[in-house]
């Protein structure tokens, strides 16, 4: 009787260590929508950095479901992820101020900061200095608008819209002279709006940030290391000039191309 009672309590111990090692493992990630990275499609998040992630975790042996990936604003994911265990924040930008506050993988993508205007106002910009005087529509506190302000831009000088809908729409009715955003996002976001791409241009690129996923600093180096492995063999280049990372890109774009034309249908 006493072998069984000890062996009972063996077991029920593994089975509980076994539990708390799961759930030791089991992240939640944060993103705040910042197409084509992050977008949020109903109360799912999507983009390829939710691809990106959810890829190279599976692959680590520590899978992330779609479901514990959270949009979130920037400044709460950064202030959670600073504080709470296992946890993540999708597409942060890595600075002296923020690189002891986390844990480092990546870079996932190289994120421009573009200004597009309309093709038949031919600005000609070559400089910063040539934006003195022209009108600059932002999205107010977006990540391009604090690419802006901290790269000199007056925030006085800023035409800022609650939301990228109001900016579009003074582009394109000639309230303004540029619309701020990035790269890969705009032409997602005129598409959403109906606006013919082929009336644009990016006229001047301002910055270029380095996007990472930023992990809490309970998590484990060992992981961390792998992480980072899986995502530089998921972007190397192939026998076909294309590596797997820039194949889901792609798929992925199309994909919210697809969707936000089914939307305006």
Same mark, same amino acid.
């Given at each position: 009787m006493h072998y069984i009672q000890l062996f009972l309590v063996c077991f029920f111990s593994s089975l509980l260590s076994c539990i708390s090692i799961a759930k030791a493992e089991n992240f939640l990630a944060m993103a705040a929508p910042y197409p084509p990275y992050s977008i949020s499609n109903g109360l799912r998040v999507e983009g390829i950095s939710v691809t990106t992630l959810m890829t190279i975790m599976q692959r680590c042996g520590t899978p992330i479901s779609n479901?514990?990936?959270?949009?979130?604003?920037?400044?709460? +994911?950064?202030?959670?992820?600073?504080?709470?265990?296992?946890?993540?924040?999708?597409?942060?930008?890595?600075?002296?101020?923020?690189?002891?506050?986390?844990?480092?993988?990546?870079?996932?993508?190289?994120?421009?900061?573009?200004?597009?205007?309309?093709?038949?106002?031919?600005?000609?910009?070559?400089?910063?200095?040539?934006?003195?005087?022209?009108?600059? +529509?932002?999205?107010?506190?977006?990540?391009?608008?604090?690419?802006l302000l901290a790269g000199g831009i007056n925030a006085n000088k800023l035409h800022r819209s609650? +939301?990228?809908?109001?900016?579009?729409?003074?582009?394109?009715?000639?309230?303004? !002279?540029?619309?701020?955003?990035?790269?890969?996002?705009?032409?997602?976001?005129? !598409?959403?709006?109906?606006?013919?791409?082929? !009336?644009?241009?990016?006229?001047?690129?301002?910055?270029?940030?380095?996007?990472?996923? +930023?992990?809490?600093?309970?998590? !484990?180096?060992?992981?961390?290391s792998q992480l980072n492995k899986e995502l530089k063999i998921l972007k190397a280049t192939g026998a076909s000039g294309q590596s797997q990372f820039d194949i889901l890109l792609a798929e992925e774009i199309q994909h919210q191309k697809t969707d936000h034309t089914c939307r305006r249908m």
């Open positions: 479901q514990e990936i959270k949009l979130a604003p920037w400044a709460y +994911a950064y202030e959670c992820t600073a504080r709470t265990p296992q946890r993540i924040i999708l597409n942060a930008v890595r600075t002296p101020k923020t690189e002891q506050l986390y844990k480092w993988v990546g870079p996932i993508a190289t994120s421009k900061v573009v200004l597009i205007g309309r093709k038949k106002d031919k600005f000609l910009i070559n400089t910063k200095s040539d934006l003195k005087g022209l009108r600059i +529509a932002t999205v107010r506190w977006s990540r391009p608008e604090k690419a609650p +939301a990228h809908v109001q900016a579009l729409r003074k582009l394109s009715n000639g309230e303004v !002279d540029l619309f701020a955003f990035t790269e890969k996002g705009a032409p997602y976001l005129m !598409d959403g709006l109906g606006m013919m791409q082929d !009336d644009y241009t990016i006229c001047y690129t301002f910055d270029e940030q380095p996007l990472y996923f +930023a992990f809490s600093k309970d998590t !484990d180096d060992s992981l961390i």
